[in-house]
């Protein structure tokens, strides 16, 4: 389990993903964020091991995330979902994942297929403005976390866009 900040792109600042001992397993660097929302993922030894960027020309929010230096998915928001929002995870080749639940209050799964591989709830901790991400054996930690820190972003920016008119 994995426990994240919420509403840490409102100030911007660093901040650390845990496990569930409370260890750093990731330093997420939110200095970085600018025109394209780019965020930068270190593993503890502050080497970079994943980004995450907002695609400035698309339809809908789009968020590219890199794990190595390679492109590992684009996290979008579905088009037409009446009544609830659902963010697709596309990653090459057939097996797409999709965000769906409530999204806004971080209590949601994320699905291949079907089959749930992840979720995301604020229940699970006591702690004030947190939520956890459980993730399956056998999926990558980096793309689940990268996601929701994607949705996070496309969740904060719609509210931002709203907030202007």
């Given amino acids: 389990m994995y426990v994240i900040r919420e509403k840490f792109f409102s100030v911007g600042d660093d901040f650390d993903v845990l496990d569930e001992h409370g260890t750093k397993v990731f330093h997420v660097d939110g200095k970085v964020l600018s025109v394209r929302d780019k965020v930068v993922i270190e593993d503890p030894s502050g080497q970079e091991v994943a980004t995450l960027h907002r695609h400035l020309v698309a339809l809908r929010p789009t968020y590219e995330i890199r794990i190595g230096g390679e492109k590992a998915a684009e996290v979008r928001k579905k088009l037409f979902t009446p009544f609830r929002?659902?963010?697709?995870?596309?990653?090459?080749?057939?097996?797409?994942?999709?965000?769906?639940?409530n999204l806004l209050d971080h209590e949601y799964v994320i699905e291949r297929g079907g089959e749930e591989v992840a979720a995301v709830s604020k229940r699970w901790l006591t702690i004030r403005d947190t939520y956890a991400v459980q993730i399956a054996a056998g999926i990558e930690p980096l793309l689940i976390i990268g996601a929701v820190l994607a949705l996070d972003l496309a969740l904060e920016r719609e509210k931002d866009e709203k907030s202007d008119e």
């Fill in 85 to 101: 929002e659902k963010f697709t995870i596309d990653v090459p080749g057939p097996d797409d994942l999709e965000m769906k639940g």
